[in-house]
């Protein structure tokens, strides 16, 4: 009896491990993990999820646009934005290092307090969190990269070095989400000239740059240098 148990779970695991697989390859989600669980069955048609989030820097409106269990993309909103000119908007990519784990070898949680802090300063503006961890190779491949980083290897050589792209990044996203809000026209917060080229590609009227310095500390030094000099960041 025991004997049958054991083996009715394990062949449970392999169907969930197959049906993990199914899933990444169906879903095309473009996560470079395969996925070791079975997902909940979808709902014929997700809805657009949304609530009041209360947090330490202020109080927003959080919205979920469900894509794909790895793709959802998360938008905290203050204020009215629907038909509004130069909203003050971030587009902050997933850095699960830094942003949960508040890792120094980035900037990236540094700079997602500070855009939460320009926003409710602000009284009106989005946040766009693009789930895209590492400019879009997953999180595995960035730990990855970090290795060859730890050898000498800037950001972009280490990228090279294991066969990925610098940056991956797909901001259709973001034009869907600012379709959807009403949004007329942004003032984008970052640095990176090429993710306001990337938004201006796809129809999003950027009106102008809102600066976002963040002070470097003995960790993250060369990789900011980086992105100054090889990425074309306006640091
Ligand atoms: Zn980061």
């Known amino acids: 009896m025991k004997k049958t148990n054991q083996t009715n779970r394990s062949k449970q695991y392999r169907e ?118 590492g400019r879009g190779i997953g999180l595995a491949n960035k730990i990855r990269a970090y290795a060859l980083q730890e050898k000498g290897l800037d950001t972009i050589e280490a990228n090279k070095a294991l066969g990925l792209p610098v940056d991956s990044r797909d901001y259709a996203q973001v034009a869907f989400v600012l379709k959807k809000l009403g949004v007329k026209s942004i003032r984008l917060i970052t640095n990176n000239p090429e993710k306001i080229y990337g938004l201006k590609k796809l129809g999003i009227n950027v009106q102008a740059r809102v600066p976002i310095i963040m002070p470097k500390n003995k960790f993250n030094a060369k990789y900011l240098k980086t992105k100054k000099e090889k990425m074309g960041h306006l640091l």
């Open 16 to 133: 969930d491990d197959q049906a993990g697989k199914r899933h990444a390859n169906s879903a095309g989600c473009g996560c470079p993990q395969e996925h070791s669980f079975s997902p909940q069955a979808p709902a014929s048609k997700p809805d657009l999820a949304q609530a009041f989030l209360p947090t330490r820097f202020g109080s927003f409106k959080i919205l979920v646009f469900p894509v794909d269990a790895c793709k959802d993309t998360i938008v905290l909103v203050k204020g009215e934005v629907n038909g509004a000119k130069g909203v003050l908007t971030r587009v902050h990519s997933q850095c699960f290092t830094g942003d949960v784990f508040c890792s120094m070898r980035c900037d990236c949680r540094a700079q997602l307090e500070k855009s939460l802090q320009m926003v409710e300063k602000n009284g009106t503006g989005i946040i766009v969190y693009l789930m895209q961890e």
